[in-house]
Nanobody, 122 residues
Framework: QVQLVESGGGLVQAGGSLRLSCAAS????????MAWYRQAPGKERELVAG???????NYADSVKGRFTISRDNAKNTMYLQMNTLKPEDTAVYYC????????????????WGQGTLVTISS
């Protein structure tokens, strides 16, 4: 079964930190391009950060210098370290896998997790 499961969300004060995790199963994780997206209430889903299979990273301007995306292929897990959090970072954060090959051999263009809520209080 192809699955992405996020964890690590919660309520923190502005200026605090959180680390999100995304555990993948059923896919060839090391070959997948991974990303974190977020969706705030009343807004469209937006890309937060991405990481290629080779480890190349990219970030939204709004999080550069505060967030760090990483992956551990041995654990089939991706992370998002979020520091100096702001109230405007409040959103549901989603894990995404792009151009996925499942361990069954089937291909998927996109796989999404169920999301984890991050709330930053001022």
């Amino acid at each position: 079964q192809v699955q992405l499961v996020e964890s690590g969300g919660g309520l923190v004060q502005a200026g605090g930190s959180l680390r999100l995790s995304c555990a993948a199963s059923g896919i060839i994780f090391s070959r997948s391009t991974m990303a974190w997206y977020r969706q705030a209430p009343g807004k469209e889903r937006e890309l937060v950060a991405g990481i290629s299979s080779g480890g190349t990273t990219n970030y939204a301007d709004s999080v550069k210098g505060r967030f760090t995306i990483s992956r551990d292929n041995a654990k089939n897990t991706m992370y998002l370290q979020m520091n100096t959090l702001k109230p405007e970072d409040t959103a549901v954060y989603y894990c995404n896998a792009n151009n996925v090959v499942a361990t069954s051999g089937r291909g998927y263009l996109q796989v999404w997790g169920q999301g984890t809520l991050v709330t930053i209080s001022s």
